[in-house]
């Protein structure tokens, strides 16, 4: 089945600094993928939509200086939390399109997210 | 528009049965199941596509109602494995994305 990979598994990173996140579909090409942000006992919240060759369209709310999202070929797509803060603590996951499987989604295995 | 789960949690003793209830006030394009357990991704079980459509894996079913506004996921003979919290998805979202509800979270116990 359609595998997303998700690196890394977690970061603890000082406040002001910034990190990396990057999301690659291993077998098949997504053209498309999707941030998520989830805060502990919280639902999933899609920050951004991430599209091959364009700009990402941010959702209500997220500072998309902040969270920069680069998409620059089918099988990788990174975020960038820049200048992080300690409320930028969060669990964050990427989730590509597969029309090829039965789910259409599937996701990587998230980034834990620690500022100090 | 995110759907409603119901309940918000639920305990059960090794055995039992539960149902996670997912709805909304108009009709969904689909309703995509998830669990996830703490620090880690959701993992897929299912997706219903059609009104009246009902579907299975194991001791794990869904139903999706004819108009297309609720889906309920059935755990039948929970083992301690179904612990975690499940999320019904919602196809439809502006950006072709996936719209998740508040989460059910299962604990079974012993």
């Known amino acids: 089945g359609a595998v997303v990979s998700q690196h890394p598994s977690w970061v603890i990173c000082k406040s002001g600094t910034s990190v990396k996140i990057e999301c690659r579909s291993l077998?098949?090409?997504?053209?498309?993928m999707f941030w998520y942000r989830q805060f502990p006992k919280q639902s999933l919240m899609l920050m951004a939509t991430?599209?091959?060759?364009?700009?990402?369209?941010?959702e209500q709310g997220v500072e998309k200086d902040k969270f920069l999202i680069n998409h620059a070929s089918l099988t990788l797509s990174t975020l960038t939390v820049t200048s992080a803060h300690p409320e930028d603590s969060s669990f964050y996951i990427c989730?590509?399109?597969?029309?090829?499987?039965?789910?259409?989604?599937?996701f990587g295995s998230g980034t834990r997210l620690t500022v100090v | 528009q995110q759907p409603v789960q119901s309940p918000q949690a639920v305990i059960l003793r090794e055995g039992e049965d539960a149902v996670i209830n997912c709805s909304s006030s108009?009709?969904?394009?689909?309703v995509h199941w998830y669990r996830q357990k703490h620090g880690e991704a959701p993992v897929f079980l299912m997706i219903l596509l059609k009104g009246g459509e009902q579907k299975g894996h194991e001791k794990i079913s869904a139903s999706f109602n004819e108009k297309k506004q609720q889906s309920s996921l059935y755990l039948t003979a929970s083992q301690l494995s179904y612990s975690g919290t499940y999320f019904c998805?919602?196809?439809?979202?502006?950006?072709?994305?996936?719209?998740f509800g508040k989460g059910t979270k299962l604990s079974v116990k012993p």
């Open positions: 991430s599209n091959e060759g364009s700009k990402a369209t941010y």
């Open positions: 989730s590509a399109r597969d029309t090829r499987g039965p789910a259409g989604y599937t």
């Open positions: 108009k009709a969904l394009y689909s």
């Open positions: 998805g919602t196809g439809g979202g502006s950006q072709g994305n996936l719209i």
């Open positions: 077998d098949f090409q997504a053209t498309t």
